[in-house]
Nanobody
Framework: QVQLVESGGGWVQPGGSLRLSCTAS????????MSWVRQAPGRAPERIAE????????KLADSVKDRFDIDRDNNLNTLWLQMDNLKPEETALYYC????????????RGQGTQVTVSS
């Protein structure tokens, strides 16, 4: 059974940090690119971070590139998103999604973890 499970979300004050995790099972994790997507209520999903199969080539959206970092460990079947200096407008559901290449994702995603940035 193919599964992606996110964790690590929660409430944080503006300027705070969170580290999200995505654990994969049921498929060969190292064969897939991975990404993090966030969706705020009433807004379209935004893909904010991608990483290639080996983990040596991360890509970050301009909106987060100086504050977030994406990483993976293929031995642990785990993907991470380190988020620093969070802003209130980044309150959203964050989920991971797998793909075949940058920009080409197949819709297999987790349920997501909620991140709330508020004072």
């Amino acid at each position: 059974q193919v599964q992606l499970v996110e964790s690590g979300g929660g409430w944080v004050q503006p300027g705070g940090s969170l580290r999200l995790s995505c654990t994969a099972s049921g498929f060969t994790f190292s064969n897939y690119y991975m990404s993090w997507v966030r969706q705020a209520p009433g807004r379209a999903p935004e893909r904010i971070a991608e990483i290639n199969k080996s983990g040596y080539t991360p890509k970050l959206a301009d909106s987060v590139k100086d504050r977030f970092d994406i990483d993976r460990d293929n031995n642990l079947n785990t993907l991470w998103l380190q988020m620093d200096n969070l802003k209130p407008e980044e309150t959203a559901l964050y989920y991971c999604e797998r793909g075949r290449r940058f920009g080409d994702y197949d819709g297999v995603r987790g349920q997501g973890t909620q991140v709330t940035v508020s004072s």
